[in-house]
């Protein structure tokens, strides 16, 4: 299992907007985050910021994530969060949601 944190800035005007859709996420694409091999998924906000962390139990991220942004359902999810956050400056090429540095963890 591989721990993830990701971080994005969320348009201030919007915050609320997000948390309705993620109040109520559609079934196909919570669906395809399992099918992805992805749990314990969460994201945070603080300060115009989210924050998400997941866990990784599958053996090929790269193959996992291209059949995630390859669902349909998915691509009609991203259509209407995206609009909705802003990007860091400091990510890396091709990234939406910065990764973040692991530099503790406790079991």
């Known amino acids: 299992m591989q721990r993830y944190g990701q971080v994005i800035q969320i348009k201030p005007e919007k915050l609320e907007e997000y948390k309705r859709y993620h109040a ?3 079934p196909e694409v ?5 099918d992805c091999n992805i749990r314990n998924y969460s994201i945070y906000q603080k300060d115009g910021y989210l924050f998400s962390y997941y866990e990784y139990i599958g053996t090929d991220y790269a193959k996992d994530m291209a059949k995630m942004a390859a669902d349909k359902k998915t691509q009609e999810w ?3 969060v995206m609009p909705l956050q802003s990007p860091l400056p400091t990510r890396k090429e091709g990234e939406w949601w910065a990764e973040m540095e692991e530099v503790f963890h406790q079991d």
Not at 30 to 34: E, F, P, Q, R, V
């Open 24 to 26: 109520h996420i559609w």
């Open 30 to 34: 919570a669906k395809t985050i399992t």
């Open 78 to 80: 991203w259509d209407v």
